[in-house]
Each structure stands twice: as structure tokens, then as C-alpha cells.
């Protein structure tokens, strides 16, 4: 994987098998825009009503990095973190969304990197148990 040429905005460490920096792969903007990008419509418990959302899966950036591990500590800007189990994210289209109704998200706008479930395709995912591993504001991902 070639080295991040702008700023960095994602770091991913722990059990993954390509990086880009010593122990590390590391993202800056330009690098996940490149990635097979999805979408979806839904609400979460934090916006009014539905809004579009465009971003990675988080599945595919696994993938990429050759994750080994059951676990994703997803990390936000504040150090607030959540685990996300790989399996949640092989079964659903977990996204990373970078963007929201067509805008780039900004941290002031829960960005550079939203995680986000598809609650309004998938009702059973519209709990307090997965709403806990919808952290906004991300910067780091361990996988363990």
C-alpha cells in the first residue's frame, strides 16, 4: 500500500497484515475516497429524520489491511471508543461515511468518518447495543 500523501486522517494498527508505515496503515482522504464506495438512506438517534450517507464498509478496508482479528476498537478524535465485531461487519454493509446528503462530513459535523448501520433497511440493528458502536469523529481502529 503506498504511504498517505496528505494528511493523515485514519490510522489502522493491531492484527493486520498491510501497512504502509511501520506497524501501521495509515489514510489520508484521498486514499478512502478511492475505495469501492456505498450508500444508504437512514436515520440514526442523533439526526432528525433520514439523511443519505456515502462512504466505505468497513469490511473492505478490513480486507485491505488483511485484518486478522474478531474485534475492531473503532476510536474517535476524543479517545471515546466502541468495539465493533468483525462479524457484524461481514454480515451488514457497516459503513464508514465520510459523507452526508452529498456534503463531506466535517468533525463539527461528526466527521471526517462516521460509522454508521443501516438502521432503516435492518430494524433489528436499531438498538442501544449497536447504536453504542456508532462512533463518530474517527481517527484510529485497532483490530484484535
Known amino acids: 500500500m503506498p504511504p498517505a500523501e496528505g494528511p493523515v486522517v485514519l490510522r489502522v494498527s493491531g492484527l493486520i497484515g498491510n501497512t504502509n508505515s511501520p506497524g501501521v496503515a495509515e489514510f489520508d482522504q484521498a486514499m478512502l475516497e478511492a475505495l469501492p464506495r456505498h450508500e444508504f438512506t437512514t436515520h ?5 429524520g433520514e439523511h443519505h450517507y456515502r462512504g466505505l ?11 486478522g482479528g474478531r474485534q475492531v476498537r473503532i476510536t474517535a478524535l476524543n479517545d471515546f471508543h466502541a468495539n465493533l465485531p ?39 440493528l436499531d438498538t442501544k447495543q449497536y447504536h453504542e458502536v456508532m462512533v463518530w469523529q474517527i481517527n484510529r481502529m485497532e483490530v484484535y
Request: no cysteine.
Open 86 to 124: 468483525v462479524a457484524l461487519a461481514e454480515r451488514f454493509p457497516v459503513l464508514l461515511a465520510t459523507h452526508q446528503d452529498g456534503i463531506r462530513m466535517r468533525v463539527r459535523d461528526k466527521g471526517p468518518l462516521w460509522l454508521l448501520l443501516p438502521l432503516k433497511d435492518v430494524p433489528e
Open 44 to 48: 440514526t438517534p442523533w439526526t432528525r
Open 57 to 67: 464498509l468497513v469490511r473492505d478496508l478490513l480486507a485491505l489491511v488483511q485484518a
